[in-house]
């Protein structure tokens, strides 16, 4: 028997499909990429906050014909209790003498000062800059500059018995010492003694009358001064002085060794020259005896 039934149509389409599908499903898949890690940029150092800079000190300025700072001067000076009129120091051995204060011990004249190297009383050194050369001049000094103010807590009652034992015979006004400590006697009465230890001057202001006798600038004349600082009753002059670059020779006179603690003289001297002249190193001592 013939099958009347029609075969059915070829779909290319559809099989070209298919096929398709087969060979991707042959087609070994692709492993899932992880994701990448995102880059970790480094952390910028934050920028340190620059350090203001330090204000260079300003240069002071000059006085023509004047004290400056860090000159060196031949001083003449008296000073004066503002409220007593008492002289207390002078470099002028007459007026020691007209005041009741002259004393053999001390050498008269003007003195030497680095001026701000508190060769004086710091409320006069202070006040020194601008002082013409050669001219008189008033200075003041409040009591806080000068001597300091007075402090009732230096004002102590001791018995009499104690100062008896120590040596010390108590008298109204007397200037002592007392374990290392001066002072002076206010009162004494009833077995007791009202001491001081305040500075006589203390609270009181204080004139100055100077006079800037002489304005060293040579080096030669520096050194000598300095020497003469410390060894008193010497010429300078009779000192040598030899200088070699950065070293110093100070040959002393036979002289300067019948002074007294001459090792403490030398040693000063040395220290002051090589602080006040810093382009040197060391200073060399020699001795000088001539035949007689």
């Known amino acids: 028997m013939i099958d009347d039934k029609k075969p059915e149509a070829f779909d290319e389409k559809s099989e ?107 409320g006069l050194d202070t006040r020194l800059p601008g002082t013409p050369i050669g001219e008189e001049k008033e200075i003041e000094v409040p009591a806080e500059e000068a001597f300091g103010e007075r402090n009732p807590a230096n004002v102590q009652t001791i018995p009499y018995r104690v100062l008896r034992s120590k040596g010390v015979n108590p008298a109204v006004g007397a200037e002592l010492e007392i374990d290392g400590r001066p002072a002076v006697v206010r009162s004494v009465g009833a077995g007791r003694v009202q001491v001081d230890y305040n500075h006589p001057l203390a609270g009181r202001k204080i004139q100055y009358r100077v006079k ?34 950065n070293k110093l020779r100070i040959g002393v006179p036979d002289k300067a060794f019948f002074g007294e603690n001459i090792q403490i003289a030398k040693r000063g001297v040395a220290l002051d020259i090589l602080k006040y002249f810093p382009d040197l190193e060391e200073v060399e001592y020699y001795e000088i005896i001539k035949r007689s």
């Open 16 to 122: 070209k499909a298919e096929e398709q599908k087969a060979e991707k499903a042959k087609k070994p898949r692709k492993k899932a990429e992880k994701p990448k890690a995102k880059e970790v940029k480094p952390r910028k150092k934050a920028a340190k906050a620059k350090k203001p800079k330090a204000e260079e000190p300003k240069e002071e300025p000059r006085n023509e014909n004047a004290v400056n700072k860090g000159d060196f001067i031949k001083l003449e000076m008296t000073g004066t209790a503002e409220e007593t009129g008492d002289v207390f120091e002078t470099t002028s051995e007459e007026t020691a003498r007209e005041r009741g204060i002259h004393s053999d011990e001390r050498t008269y004249g003007p003195r030497l000062v680095i001026v701000g190297e508190s060769f004086v009383l710091r």
């Open 212 to 245: 800037v006798a002489e304005l060293i600038t040579d080096e030669k004349k520096k050194m000598e001064a300095l020497i003469a600082r410390r060894f008193m009753g010497v010429e300078p002059g009779e000192f040598e002085i030899k200088r070699a670059k």
